[in-house]
C-alpha cells in the first residue's frame, strides 16, 4: 500500500512539474511593451495628481526599476521605432514616419535588435503595430488626390504576393498585426501575408462606427469588409497571449509588443468606459494598462515571469488631445514637462519607461539618470553576451552597470540629441539643454492652456535651460551662458557628421 502511494505521488509530482514550464536562466526571455503615444503624466505612479488608474504598470515599476528621465528618439513614431531596433538615432536615416504603403524605413545591411539576439538561439516574433514600412507589390501606382496623399484601391495591390520588408526580413521568425492603427490597409497581416484581402476603401466618411474622442484620423485606403478598429486591441491582446503561451522553458525569446493604444483613434472597449476621470482617453490608458496585466498574467502562468527582462516605454509624447485634457479634466498627460508629440520641449519626446528583470534588477527602483531608447540595443546584447558588429547601435550606451547597481562613470551618456523634424534640434549634456530654435514646438499652443499653465514664448534665436532647475523650460537662459551654447552646438554638429555618438574605444558600453 506504501508503495502504491508513493508511485501515486510521484505521478503527481510529475504532472504539477509538467504544468510550469522549465526555464534556462542562463538567457533570460525579454519583451518589450511599446506604448503609442503615451505621455509621461499618463502612468499613474509619476503624476501625483493624475485622473487615470494603471494598477498593472504602477506594479510593474514598483517590481523594477523606474527611469524618470528616459526618452524616445524622436518625437513621432515611425522613427522612434527604428531607433529602439537599431540603436541608432532616427535621423541619420530619416525624419518623417513611413506613409501609407511607404518603403521600409530600414535598409538591409542595418543590424537590428532581433538579429544579435537570433545570434544567442531566441525564438523571435513581433506583434502589434510595425508603421516601419513593407516592399507591397503594386499591380499600378497609386492617384494622387488634391495633391495631399497618394491613395490607393483595393485593386492597386497585389495581396497575393508576399509582403517582403518587413518583420521577418528584420530578424523576426513571427509576426502579427494590422499594420498601422489609422493606416492602410485595414487588414490582419501574419507573417509576410494578409489573412484576407480588402475589397473596399476605408474613407473618413464610411467608417461604420462611432468615435469616443477625437477624431478618427484615419488614412484612406483598402480594408477588409466589416473592418471594425475596436477588434483590433482586443485582437492583439489575445495573439500575444497565446504566443506566450506557445514558448517552451528551455528555448529563449524576445518579443516585441508594439501596442496601437492609446494612439487616436481613441477607442476603449465598453467595458472600460468611464474606468478614469479623463475621459474617453483616460479609459483607453486604463484598457492599455489592462493589456499590459494581460501580458505579464501569461508570463506568470506559464513560468516565465521569474526569467524574463520586461520593458514598457512609448515612442513618443501625447497627441494634442492632452492640451484640453488638461483644460477639461485637470490630467496633464505631458506630466510637467512643456510640448507635445512631434515636439523638441521635452513633453515631446520625455517617455515613460521601466524595466523589470527579478533577482537581477532590485524593486522599487527609481534613478534620474539620463537615458535614451536607443541605449536598450547595447544593453541587452551585453546581458545576453552577444558581440555587436562595428556598423550597430552607434548610439547606444549599455546600462547594465546602472541595473546593477555597479559604479559608473556620471553621467552614463556624454550626451542626447533631440529631434523630430529636419528643422529643430536639441541636444542635452549634463543638467543643460539647448535648442537652436526659439521654440522646441512644431505648433502653437493653445491659448486656453497658455493661461491655465502660464507659458510664455521666446524671441532668442535658440534657446537654452538648466533641466535640474527648471524641467517645465520656463526660464531661458541663451543670453547669459553663450560658451555653453557654443560648447553644446559643437557636440551636436560632431554627432551629427561623425556618424556614431558611443566611442567604443573610451567607453565600455558595447
Known sequence: MRVLKLVQLVFISSLLTGCIKKTDKSKPNIVIIYADDMGYGDLNIQNPNSKIPTPHLDNLAKEGIRFTDAHSSSGICSPSRFALLTGTYHWRRQHGIVGSFGKPFFKDSDVTLPQVLKTKDYTTACIGKWHLGWDWQLKQESQSKE??????LPEDIDWSQPIKGGPLDRGFDYYFGDGTINFPPYAWVENVKVLEAPTEKMTRENIGFEIKEGKWEFRPGPRVKGWNPYNVLPTLTRKTTEWINKQKGNQPFFLYFALPSPHAPIIPNDEFDGKSKAGAYGDYMVQT????????????????????????????????????????????????????????????HHVPLIMKWPDHIKASLVTDEVVSQVDIMATLSKIVGADLPDNAAPDSYNLLPLLNGEEYQKPLREATVHNTFDSKWGIRKGD????????GGHRDMPEAFKNLTGYTDFDTEGILFNMKNDPEQRTNLYNEYPEKIKELEVLLETYRNQGFSVNRTTTSSK
Open 289 to 348: 494598462d489592462w493589456v499590459v496585466g494581460q501580458v505579464l498574467k501569461a508570463l506568470k502562468n506559464n513560468g516565465f515571469e521569474d526569467n524574463t527582462i520586461v520593458i514598457f516605454s512609448a515612442d513618443n509624447g501625447p497627441e494634442h488631445y492632452a492640451w484640453q485634457r488638461a483644460v477639461e479634466y485637470d490630467h496633464y498627460s505631458m506630466g510637467k514637462f512643456r510640448g507635445l508629440k512631434r515636439d523638441v520641449w521635452e513633453g515631446g
Open 147 to 152: 495633391g495631399k496623399v497618394n491613395e490607393y
Open 432 to 439: 543643460w539643454i539647448y535648442i537652436n530654435s526659439s521654440s
